[in-house]
């Protein structure tokens, strides 16, 4: 099978509309990143992000195409004029590695979190891996259609052994954590992009109202919903943030792929999973 025909047949077991429209060519983040799709597919490595590490390792593994769910040379959009134009040493250097070892990559952003079939319909495929590789899959609240975020309502445990148990499944150094780490935890978000105005405003009205107890989101800022967080639990509510990180929270939807991807292709392609590795480390 063609790397272009692996790409379409991933892109068509997807839902295909998400945030409220049609994926399209023309706007959708998932294109091929670097390199060619008129050959054959040796093999598929699946990651959150094509660092150099994963680069050398998708060539141990025998593969040419990685899928990878973020950007690949730092900039959204993956525009390269820039870098070439500047001789930027370290662009050239991995843009070397792809051609000496015939590495395509693609990005998968768009299209699974539309969704990836799951019983009689989708699921956002990354917020679903997650809560399978965290052994919370049952703890799913509308798991319908999780639609960017993930509802859980758990067994009454604490921050700090939830903390415990993600560093543990996703592999992490460690863990910024933000209030209370041995409240009592019932209902917990995944949630997105945490940032000023409208959108802390929000998932500050949901906590209050739902007695929402752990938060757990892509990105956090010092400010807003993080100092609500902290007023609360000073204040004897039962609240926390435990942030990991964007890619370490999204990761493990790409671990997921090697469970669901074989099975749609219906070929022989092998396919791996490489985690490109916790985006921090603590002194």
Request: with cysteine; charged share 25%; hydrophobic share 35%.
């Amino acid at each position: 099978m063609l790397i272009s025909e692996v790409i379409q047949n991933v892109k068509n077991c997807c839902k295909g509309s998400w945030m409220g429209r049609q994926i399209d060519d023309a706007h959708t983040r998932d294109k091929v990143l670097y390199g060619q799709t008129d050959k054959e597919c040796t093999g598929i490595v699946t990651t959150i992000y094509a660092s150099a590490d994963v680069i050398e390792k998708a060539h141990e593994l025998g593969a040419n195409l990685i899928i990878a769910h973020e950007a690949l040379f730092w900039n959204h959009g993956d525009h390269q004029d820039w870098l070439k134009e500047s001789g930027n040493k370290t662009y050239l250097a991995k843009a070397k590695l792809m051609d000496d070892y015939g590495i395509t990559v693609w990005r998968f952003h768009d299209y699974i979190h539309s969704g990836i079939p799951y019983k009689d319909g989708y699921i956002d495929g990354i917020f679903y891996g997650l809560a399978k590789e965290t052994g919370w899959d049952d703890a799913i609240i509308n798991n319908n259609d999780i639609s960017g975020a993930l509802y859980l309502e758990c067994e009454e445990t604490t921050p700090r052994k939830i903390g415990e148990l993600i560093k543990e499944k996703w592999n992490l150094t460690g863990l910024k954590c933000i209030g209370d780490l041995d409240c009592k935890v019932r209902k917990i978000i995944v949630c997105g992009h945490v940032s000023e105005g409208g959108d802390s405003n929000s998932l500050i009205k949901r906590v209050d109202k739902e007695d929402i107890n752990l938060l757990i989101p892509l990105e956090l800022i010092d400010f807003t919903l993080t100092e609500y967080i902290k007023d609360s639990a000073q204040l004897g509510f039962d609240r926390a943030i435990i942030a990991p990180g964007h890619f370490n929270v999204e990761e493990p939807g790409m671990k997921y792929m090697e469970v669901w991807l074989p099975e749609q292709l219906k070929e022989d392609i092998p396919v791996h999973y490489v985690q490109a590795g916790d985006m921090y480390c603590f002194l």
